[in-house]
């Protein structure tokens, strides 16, 4: 009689709650209160039906034969040569055909499929970056090497392009006697200002994190390392390949340029990068 | 009502038959009901946010009631995302409902399988509906992910280049295929569109349709049961359909959905206002998926920078962790029931269930396969363990890098003495009594009892 009761009482339950979560929603926006109500409302009416079957239905114990769900193999021969029927069967050629011309009917069908996106092309191999292309911040403010300090950071874009995700690149000021710049590229960081793709090129987030005392740029995704000071060296994580390295200049205005777009392709790795479409 | 389906579709027969089926009578039985459940209130909460999410990319200035946010450019469907947060009366709830629901759809799915898995419930005539199953997970996933993309903050879109990056790492066609995906190199302004189509059309319509088989395969072959007095290979022991399990699955789902309720009210989830709108050229640190996702992400974590070019072709660094071994983990969860089957030449229908301990080396592989699968996930979290404990994030990957060809096998090799030990002495070796029984004696001494 108890389990009764408290199927009873689960019920009632379900019920106020119910109507509290209609006066609740008119009263006003409460999220903790509608989760709560709508909880007790679902939650009773459950706690309710179980209870009522858990302790108040005798459900005997009931046991159920298996019936062979093989049909024999008689059967399975009966299937099978009404299957083989002569006049499908002895069709040899048309058969043959008809499988043809299913084939490539999906063949013309699937490729319509390939109007969802262009060809790669030579997308993934250049950025917006051009020679004498100015490097701006976010607001579009050029930028001279005064203009940030020692150790200091900044995403920069090409002109006329900020936002643009596969230009995004970031710029460290470094002492220029630190630097070990790699071979051929002893002028590419003028009064230490050294440009590198801000995309990773394991995964191809944005790499966020610049660890000062260690000149080290890391990505907050797989935790890729990159050493600024050695040409974007990858020294931990996932990561393979340097960071693409920006060639930067000044112009005549004192203001940091970028001699050429990158020389190899940004962000993540693809089978072709070393060669080209 | 009864006379008129009868006449027209034999309901007489049928319906009295079906109501009369037999439901084994255990807990771990329910899972994959929970899972079902789960799902029912993800069609119906997903319902309600579909009439609210503008899945349109096109830029708009936000000048909600949300202060932090206001006057910032963003995207339509972001803006829709705040809107039915904020403004929609019981947004926010059904949106916290739905992804619970989704998490603990994929959880239960995973618990659901691994009592398939470790109770030799696949084995013949099983393995069509194991294969429906994964099937089932697999999706299931792929849901998980193109929603929790849809709102279109920097955690989201973090996700999804990270998902462009791995697409295009396959040699060969990676370049193209990312590119019809995506349509174009990322970021994209078509993919929200994409991604909802996906999310709210197809994925739905075939795991509604893989749910139908699954439970219609179940219907047809019964119940497989654990052993008991008067259980065998043939028959199905256990209570009827109606009214007793009727009640319980009624009652169970009723209690899953107020769980799920009190979450989504109570327990904040993916607050996306708080991580701000989508940036290509930004990140938020420590970045976490939804957990489902940990172990492609903890793949990606700890495998080693090996990048190889051979003949000018790139293997990059993420094609490993992110495709392969992927594959080729679905591939062994998929086929296992035949590989089994190749291994024990057990050719033999069965409907009685092992207990874990009855076939100890298919125990030590779950529990290897497991481990593996626990290792990445956390490898996931390392730079918020690294926070957490403060310990150098380089430390964690190397550990968990060691970890994840040790542990697997030691743990199996641990799994497999214990189910021995279950078998000779039926007790857990944790919990077995240890020493000896002693007696008293008629003089009053003490003796050993053996």
Redesign the interface.
């Known amino acids: 009689m108890k389990a009764g009761r408290l199927a009873a009482i689960s019920f009632v339950l379900s019920m106020v709650a119910s109507l509290a979560l209609v006066a609740v929603?008119f009263v006003g926006?409460s999220?903790?209160?509608?989760?709560?109500l709508?909880?007790?409302?679902?939650?009773g009416?459950?706690?309710?039906?179980?209870v009522?079957?858990?302790s108040l239905?005798s459900?005997p114990?009931?046991?159920?034969?298996?019936e062979a769900?093989s049909s024999g193999p008689e059967a399975r021969d009966r299937t099978k040569a009404m299957v083989q029927d002569d006049e499908v069967t002895r069709r040899t050629l048309l058969v043959r055909l008809v499988a043809g011309a299913g084939t490539t009917l999906a063949a013309a069908l699937a490729i319509p499929?390939?109007s969802?996106?262009?060809?790669?092309g030579q997308?993934?191999f250049g950025t917006k970056w051009t020679s004498g292309a100015r490097l701006v911040d976010r607001n579009n403010d050029p930028i001279r090497p005064e203009d940030l300090p020692i150790e200091g950071v900044v995403?920069v874009f090409p002109e006329g392009f900020v936002?643009s995700?596969?230009s995004?690149t970031v710029l460290v000021r470094v002492a220029p006697d630190l630097l070990e710049p790699v071979e051929g590229r002893q002028d590419w960081s003028p009064q230490g200002c050294i440009g590198y793709s801000?995309i990773c090129t394991?995964?191809?987030?944005?790499i966020?994190?610049y660890r000062a005392e260690a000149h080290q740029l890391l990505c907050?995704?797989?935790?890729?390392t990159f050493d600024v000071l050695q040409g974007a060296e990858?020294v931990?994580?996932?990561?393979?390949?340097p960071l693409p390295q920006l060639p930067l200049d000044l112009d005549d205005d004192g203001y940091l340029v970028a001699r050429s777009d990158y020389l190899e392709p940004v962000?993540?790795?693809?089978?072709?990068?070393?060669?080209g479409e | 009502m009864l006379k008129w389906l009868d006449e027209r579709l034999g309901a007489g027969h049928w319906a009295r038959k079906g109501l009369k089926k037999v439901f084994p009578d255990h807990w771990a039985f329910l899972l994959g009901e929970v899972a079902l459940f789960c799902f029912v209130v993800l069609v119906a909460t997903g319902v309600y946010l579909t009439l609210f999410f503008r899945p349109d990319a096109t830029p708009v200035i936000y000048d909600g009631p949300y202060r932090a946010l206001r006057g910032q450019e963003m995207s339509a469907a972001y803006e829709s995302v705040l809107r039915l947060s904020f403004e929609v009366r019981a947004g926010l709830l059904m949106r916290q409902i739905h992804h619970w629901a989704a998490l603990i759809f994929v959880a239960s799915i995973v618990v659901h399988a691994m009592r398939v898995f470790f109770t030799g419930a696949f084995r013949k005539p099983r393995e069509i509906n194991w294969l429906v199953g994964v099937s089932l997970l697999i999706f299931a996933i792929g849901m998980g992910f193109t929603g929790y993309s849809l709102p279109d903050d920097l955690l989201s879109g973090t996700g999804l280049r990270i998902a462009y990056s791995v697409m295009l790492s396959i040699p060969f066609i990676g370049p193209y295929i990312t590119f019809l995906v995506f349509g174009g190199e990322f970021p994209t302004e078509g993919i929200i569109s994409r991604l909802f189509v996906m999310h709210v059309m197809l994925l739905p319509a075939l795991v509604i349709g893989l749910i139908t088989v699954h439970l219609g395969i179940l219907w047809r072959q019964k119940h497989a049961q654990f052993r008991g007095p008067g259980r065998t290979e043939g028959n199905v022991v256990g209570k009827a359909f109606w009214p007793s399990q009727v009640f319980k699955s009624t009652g169970l789902m009723l209690l899953v959905a107020a769980v799920l309720a009190a979450l989504g009210g109570l327990v904040q989830i993916n607050g996306v206002w708080a991580y701000g709108p989508f940036d290509p050229t930004a990140v938020s640190g420590p970045a976490q998926p939804d957990w489902y996702v940990g172990w492609l992400e903890g793949g990606l974590r700890l495998f080693p920078a090996w990048e190889w070019t051979l003949f000018g072709v790139t293997i990059p660094s993420a094609f490993v962790p992110g495709v392969v071994i992927p594959g080729l983990v679905f591939t062994i969860l998929a086929l296992w029931p035949f590989i089994e089957q190749r291994i024990t030449k057990d050719y033999e229908v069965h409907n009685l269930l092992d207990r874990p301990r009855d076939v100890p080396w298919r125990t030590a592989v779950g529990t290897a396969g497991f481990l593996y699968m626990g290792l990445l996930t956390i490898a996931g979290g390392n730079d918020v363990l690294a926070l957490t404990f403060n310990i150098p994030v380089e430390g964690i990957t190397w550990f968990l890098r060691v970890a994840l060809l040790v542990v697997p096998v030691v743990g199996g090799m641990i799994a497999y003495r214990v189910c021995k030990e279950l078998q000779v002495g039926g007790d857990h070796p944790l919990r077995r009594r240890r020493g000896t029984v002693l007696r008293r004696t008629t003089s009053g001494g003490f003796e050993e009892v053996h």
């Open positions: 929603y926006e999220t903790p209160l509608e989760g709560t709508l909880a007790l409302a679902l939650g009416l459950g706690l309710g039906i179980v009522w079957a858990k239905m459900a114990e009931v046991t159920e034969e298996h769900l499929a390939l969802l996106g262009p060809r790669p997308t993934l995403t936002g995700s596969d995004q801000k394991h995964a191809g987030c944005p966020g994190l907050p995704c797989h935790q890729s990858p931990f994580g996932p990561a393979a390949r962000g993540p790795s693809f089978w072709n990068m070393t060669g």
